[in-house]
């Protein structure tokens, strides 16, 4: 069986970054992607898909130092559908994408830090980082 997502899009927001409590690194942000079609009028539509990402370890730090709101990237990951119980005791679901893998497809320079750093690949299953280069 296969559990596989690839998406190209842009940060609604900066990561937030937070850890867990054993200490590993989490980064959650929500990624913009664009469907754009025509009308039998002729009309041009667009819709946009929110999807909430998440990553963790080698690859959240990365995550969290070098992608800022706007940000071109690409994300591989597999799907993951989570239920809690909130405050009031109703049963609430989220789904999101587990990334295993990042690529920051713009320019360096574009998006809002001016020191940001160029594609430096990603941390596989965000458990590596031996070809990152820091």
Not at 43 to 61: C, D, M, P, S
């Amino acid at each position: 069986m296969i559990n596989k997502a690839i998406l190209v899009g842009r940060l609604g927001k900066d990561p937030e970054v937070r850890y867990t409590q054993d200490g590993t690194m989490v980064t959650t942000f929500n990624l913009a992607t664009d469907e754009n079609w025509k009308d039998k009028a002729g009309e041009k539509n667009q819709r946009t898909e929110w999807h909430r990402i998440v990553t963790f370890g080698k690859l959240a730090e990365i995550c969290g130092n070098y992608l800022v709101k706007g940000k071109l990237v690409y994300i591989e990951g597999r799907i993951q559908t989570r239920s809690w119980d909130d405050k009031d005791g109703v049963k609430r679901y989220t789904t999101e994408i587990v990334a295993s893998d990042m690529k920051m497809l713009d320019s360096k320079g574009q998006g809002r830090s001016e020191d940001a750093a160029p594609d430096m690949g990603s941390a596989p299953g965000g458990a590596s980082g031996d070809d990152v280069p820091f």
